[in-house]
């Protein structure tokens, strides 16, 4: 007869024959005797979550106003000019270019595509993330700065659209937790934001409950943890690092919960903030 995973606990399982409320819950593939010991265990699981790297070795990536001088885009007078002028403002050196108006937005989003090795988008129309893969909740994905607008589902590709700098923390964190490989096509700011407003979740397929929750804490993480562990009573939880937050995600037999732990002071952009 198991105990209760809990180190700390160590309380006998009780026979199959129990009633209901004596059955316990699980966590992780393990059996915990109560909501506390779910609770303790997952802030121990927190505390060391396996991070997902970039891969070493890379060469840093060439500067903006070299590309942009590589295209012809703009003159070694005018590049001088916005970087002078941009000491002053504290604006990227692509916003800077268009605010004062010496350089094509078509060329700037090239020239960061190029930067970041991937493909862009000059024209894109937002209706094809309404007829997109939609199974993500709207919030991870403001979250995430990915966008999806098509997928392919046999080799597991989810085609996204990204503003610079490209999220790279982030599609990392979606392969981990979803098993999704994250195709990033670059466009401007004005189109991002369009097609976050246009994307609509329908993740609440299969009668699942599907919510995006940003938590202060590891603490308060792992106690919505453990009240989702006494209301399915057997959940997982995996976690992976994006920049400026913890990303959980929780899942049981009625429900899938993201839970966004900010890293910084400045709270990542999801849903409302549970405390």
């Known amino acids: 007869m198991p ?9 006998w399982r009780p026979e199959r024959l129990a009633p209901k409320w004596a ?12 909501r506390e010991c779910v609770e303790h265990a997952a802030r121990i699981g927190l505390d060391a979550p396996a991070i997902a790297t970039a ?8 500067k903006l106003g070299v590309l942009l001088r590589h295209l012809g885009a ?9 970087l002078e002028s941009q000491r002053s403002t504290g604006r990227r050196l692509g916003e800077e270019l268009l605010a004062l108006n010496q350089a094509p937005a078509e060329a700037i989003l090239k020239a960061l595509a190029a930067q970041s090795n991937i493909s862009y988008l000059p024209a894109f129309d937002v209706t094809r993330v309404m007829h997109g893969p939609s199974w993500l909740p709207t919030d991870t994905v403001r979250a995430l700065g990915l966008v ?3 997928a392919n589902e046999a080799q597991k590709r989810l085609h996204v659209v990204c503003t610079a700098p490209v999220p790279r923390s982030a599609m990392r964190a979606l392969l981990k937790l979803t098993g999704w490989t994250a195709e990033p096509y670059m466009v401007e700011d004005d189109t991002w934001q369009q097609a976050l407003r246009t994307y ?5 397929v299969s009668g699942q409950r599907r919510e995006t929750v940003t938590v202060v804490g590891p603490d308060a993480a792992a106690a919505r943890i453990a009240d989702s562990a006494l209301l399915d009573r057997s959940v997982t939880m995996r976690t992976a690092n994006c920049d400026q937050y913890t990303w959980v995600r929780v899942e049981g037999k009625q429900q899938v919960s993201d839970l966004l732990i900010p890293t910084v002071e400045e709270p990542c952009p999801a849903v409302r903030i549970a405390r």
């Open 3 to 11: 105990r209760c995973a809990d180190f700390t606990c160590g309380r």
């Open 23 to 34: 059955a316990g819950l699980r966590f992780n593939g393990h059996w915990y005797c109560s």
């Open 55 to 62: 891969s070493a070795g890379a060469l840093p990536p060439l």
């Open 74 to 82: 703009i003159s070694e007078d005018t590049l001088d000019r916005a």
């Open 148 to 150: 999806p607008f098509e």
């Open 200 to 204: 609509r979740s329908t993740a609440e």
